[in-house]
């Protein structure tokens, strides 16, 4: 067993936990900082995978950006001056039992699967993705940036208070 | 290393998304387990990604999943605080204004 | 049946018969919408209506001297029936019209002095025109259904006239009273009337008269000329149900209690209409419908005009009111008319219906002029100006009414030379004629009857004008008693004149050569009534021989009896006098016939209404409000049921869509998660499927 190996059993291991925690707390403060834990987690077993790229892009992105947004948002809507952000849960057994089957299904389904082992260890090669980005992958690119940029005046449209709206409720 | 351990992780990961979405009563803890559940996919792309004949392709469509999840959690946190701002509160159990 | 000749047009004659029944019907409308401050002009209108109309009505009588006029026109159609009315004008009916109009005439004018002051002075004179108006409807009509009809405005309007001063309770029962027996005669009238629409089809007298003439009488069976055929006692009942109408008008036993009581109303008005006019309808019906009446009817009729002139006569004897006397009078008089009838001289008994109406229409004016003079003179409340124990001595305080009084009384009694003593003459020689005619001895009861009601009768009218005018004055004399005004001495004159036998006949003895008499044809009827072919008519001569000596054996009994001097005149007076012995007692209550009603037919029917209305208010209303009690409990048990039963399903149909609607809200119910976990659970089983 490399240290890689044990490496990526201790992440998958933490991502896993880290993940029930999010189910299972109450807090929701919580369970924003157990989501980072999460990622973090998830951006090693990307590494693991010589993904490096993308595990960067999933720390700053995940980590930096939408984890922060989300910590904002639950500092928004709760008044955290006098009580803790608790929230609770219901339709627990139906989930439960739905999570389940979903999670059987998807193994077993696998199982049926013949993968091929990895054959060789990719290098880290960020030059083909960057070559990729802009050549084969361009469209997707660029329509991905249009959609993020939408999506940012989006968000600010629609969060963003507007006046004459203050008082309505 | 067995590829199967990368889907095992990923399912287990979408299972406990997909069981936070359907419990949890806060919007934003939804949010939350939608994350998970596009992070769980995304470790199936970057997984298969290092394997023939493709390889590498799964990295950018992680790269894409990431980018719409950014978009996609902008938007729901922008809607949420509306929502809050209205009902002032996000509990999903008290926003039933379509309750018959 | 058809009738070929339904219509027949208007002539002169029955033109100006039309417009005497239109001119006092005018004067009460005039009078009716003319104001209170014109009312003594309005009266004085009136009268000149009437005389106009009397007028009119000579004029009428010379035209229908010698002929029959006849008009009338389609009044409604039913079904194939038509229903005419018209006039029809025959000797006795113009006579009747000269008779009513000419009474009326005097009438009013003596009512402009002597309702002078009152407070219904206007309504007075308006009824008395509806009064004449009705009354002369009666005579012209051609058609028992308009008879009848005018019939009971008759009656209405006497029931007003009677109630004239309806403030005072005797007068307001009286009206009452009169109305209510004249009721009871009527239930009789409407029945004859039925049963002459059953058998002829036709209410019209000139073809009723004519039907009558073709109907055969066979096995029992009264058999029409249109074959229609009835059982023949039928044709009696009619007869009699058609008299009873007139038993009640014409105040006839068993129905005359109400009359004396009428005299509650102002006197000329018991004048004109409870002595002249009125009563004389239910004698004048009679005459009218003569020949439907058969042989029995005719002698039910002559039995009961018989009782009734002895009983009345009777009943007059000992009254102390001055207009009571002369209202049993009328009672006899009527009695004797109506027994003329009965016995077959109808045109004897239609003399002395017009002798008669005049001079006891003077007779009532005359004690209408006493009672006036004597409320002039003394006005305490207590007075009672009609009693005649408040009277004497007036003959020279008021020496034209005494004459009048005398002359009429003497009319009244039958006196030779008097307009009575033809009149009356002439019926008793028909009843003895009638009653020679008949095998049996039994018919003789009826001349005896009326000979000795002629006996009667002298005595109460001597009796009366000894009380009255003889003597000394009783009551109490505040002012010194006067003769009334010109207007009432010229109505009392001409009214006594008129009782003067030369009026009516040239031999003032002798009534075959009335002018009145020799003219008025018995109708010819399908029964052998005539005079039945008398085998032996008694002689005039004796006749007048008995009822004269019976006559002056009266007065002279009378005098006796009643003189000023005589002990009975002394003892007169208000205090003292009462009812000496049975007899006495028997006259002065009528026959005890109120007492008797009061006892046989009031008194149980008001034990039976009191019975009712006990079993009314104990086992009716008990039972209606168990029965309401019982509905409420009922209901109440309904209610329960409802609540229980039907509310309970129904709410357990609601509680249970209520459960089912909340099971599956839970799936519905605005949770998004819910949403999610269905969708998932949906791909599931999808997968589940495919693989």
């Known amino acids: 067993m490399t240290i890689i190996e044990l490496g990526f059993y201790f992440f998958s291991i933490l991502a896993c936990l880290s993940a029930a925690f999010i189910l299972f707390t109450k807090n929701v403060l919580y369970a924003a900082f157990s989501l980072v834990l999460t990622f973090l987690s998830v951006a090693a077993i990307y590494v693991i995978a010589h993904a490096e790229f993308v595990a960067v892009t999933q720390i700053m992105i995940y980590v930096g950006g939408i984890v922060v947004l989300i910590i904002f948002g639950v500092m928004l809507t709760n008044k955290l001056a006098d009580k803790k952000p608790i929230s609770g849960s219901h339709n627990k057994f139906m989930a439960f039992m739905v999570a389940l089957s979903i999670f059987v299904m998807l193994i077993y389904t696998i199982g049926q699967i013949n993968f091929p082992l990895i054959t060789k260890a990719l290098e880290p090669n960020l030059k083909m993705l960057g070559v990729g980005l802009m050549s084969d992958y361009l469209l997707p690119f660029e329509i991905a940036a249009v959609l993020l940029l939408i999506a940012l005046i989006g968000a600010a449209v629609i969060a963003g208070k507007k006046e004459g709206q203050d008082h309505a409720d | 290393m067995q590829i199967e351990f990368y889907f095992l992780i990923s399912s287990f990961l979408f299972a406990i998304g997909l069981a936070i979405v359907v419990t949890r009563k806060n919007a934003i803890l939804v949010l939350m387990g939608i994350e998970l559940m596009l992070n769980a996919a995304n470790i199936n792309f970057v997984a298969i990604s290092q394997s023939a004949p493709d390889v590498g392709a799964g990295q950018f469509f992680a790269l894409f999943v990431i980018v719409v999840a950014a978009a996609e959690a902008a938007v729901g946190l922008a809607i949420v605080l509306r929502v809050y701002d209205y009902f002032k509160t996000i509990d999903l159990d008290n926003i039933n204004e379509l309750k018959g | ?691």
């Open chain 3, 1 to 691: 049946m058809t009738q070929v000749n339904d219509i027949l047009d208007w002539n002169p004659v029955t033109i100006m018969a039309l417009l005497v029944f239109c001119l006092p019907l005018l004067s009460f409308i005039i009078i009716s919408i003319s104001k209170e401050k014109h009312q003594v002009l309005m009266s004085w209108l009136a009268s000149l209506t009437m005389l106009m109309a009397s007028l009119l009505s000579i004029a009428v009588l010379l035209q229908a001297w010698s002929e029959v006029y006849h008009t009338k026109f389609t009044w409604f159609q039913w079904a194939e029936y038509i229903f005419t009315m018209g006039l029809l004008i025959d000797l006795p009916a113009a006579l009747m019209l000269v008779t009513v109009n000419f009474i009326a005439f005097l009438v009013h004018l003596f009512s402009i002095e002597y309702m002078k002051g009152d407070e219904g002075y206007k309504r007075y004179f308006a009824f008395l025109g509806l009064f004449t108006a009705s009354m002369i409807g009666i005579v012209l009509a051609d058609n028992l259904l308009v008879i009848f009809v005018f019939w009971e405005l008759v009656g209405l309007s006497s029931y007003l006239l009677i109630g004239h001063w309806f403030s005072k309770e005797k007068a307001a029962k009286a009206a009452t009273k009169a109305f209510i027996v004249n009721r009871i005669g009527d239930i009789g009238f409407v029945i004859g009337l039925s049963i002459i629409w059953l058998q002829f089809n036709t209410f019209d007298l000139v073809e009723l008269y004519s039907l009558m003439g073709n109907i055969q009488v066979a096995d029992g069976m009264w058999i029409s000329a249109s074959g229609s055929s009835l059982s023949l006692i039928w044709l009696t009942v009619a007869g009699i149900a058609l008299f009873f109408g007139a038993i009640g008008k014409s105040a006839q036993f068993p129905l005359q209690i109400w009359l004396p009581d009428a005299m509650e109303g102002p006197t000329p008005v018991s004048a004109l209409i409870h002595a002249a006019t009125m009563v004389a309808a239910g004698v004048y019906l009679v005459a009218r419908i003569f020949v439907l009446l058969n042989i029995d009817a005719l002698t039910f009729i002559a039995f009961t005009g018989a009782i009734t002139a002895m009983m009345g006569a009777v009943a007059a004897l000992t009254q102390n009111d001055i207009k009571k006397v002369l209202a049993f009078s009328t009672i006899s008089q009527l009695g004797y008319m109506l027994m003329g009838m009965g016995v077959g001289a109808y045109d004897a008994a239609l003399f002395h219906l017009f002798t008669h109406a005049f001079f006891k229409a003077g007779l009532f004016l005359a004690a209408g002029s006493i009672i006036h003079s004597l409320h002039l003179s003394n006005q305490a409340n207590d007075f009672d100006a009609q009693d005649m124990r408040n009277m004497g001595g007036l003959r020279k305080s008021v020496p034209v009414t005494f004459i009048a009084y005398v002359l009429c009384g003497l009319a009244l009694m039958g006196m030779p030379i008097f307009s009575g003593f033809l009149s009356k003459d002439a019926i008793l020689l028909d009843t003895l004629t009638w009653a020679n005619a008949h095998q049996s001895m039994f018919f003789y009861l009826i001349p005896i009857l009326g000979f000795g009601s002629v006996l009667i009768t002298a005595v109460y009218v001597s009796r009366q004008i000894l009380l009255v005018f003889f003597g000394e004055f009783k009551g109490q004399e505040v002012k010194s008693i006067k003769e009334n005004s010109l207007l009432i001495k010229g109505v009392l004159l001409i009214l006594s004149i008129m009782a003067i036998g030369v009026c009516w006949s040239i031999n003032p003895f002798y009534s075959e050569m009335s002018w009145l008499m020799s003219h008025i044809e018995i109708p010819s009827s399908a029964f052998d009534i005539g005079m039945l072919s008398a085998s032996f008519a008694p002689s005039h001569l004796m006749v007048s021989l008995i009822s004269t000596s019976l006559l002056l054996t009266g007065v002279v009994f009378a005098y006796l009896k009643y003189r000023p001097e005589g002990q009975y005149f002394r003892n007169y007076s208000l205090e003292t006098l009462k009812p000496q012995n049975f007899w006495q007692s028997l006259s002065y209550e009528n026959w005890y016939l109120d007492q008797f009603y009061q006892t046989v037919f009031i008194n149980p029917f008001h034990k039976i209404t009191s019975f009712a209305k006990a079993i009314d208010t104990h086992i009716i209303d008990r039972m209606v409000n168990l029965f309401g009690m019982g509905s409420v409990i009922f209901s109440y048990i309904v209610a329960w049921f409802d609540r229980a039963f039907v509310d309970g399903t129904v709410n357990a149909v609601v509680f249970l869509t209520g459960r089912v609607g909340t099971a599956t809200r839970s799936i519905h119910g605005s949770k998004a998660q819910s949403y999610i976990l269905a969708a998932v659970i949906g791909l599931i089983i999808i997968i589940f499927l495919i693989f």
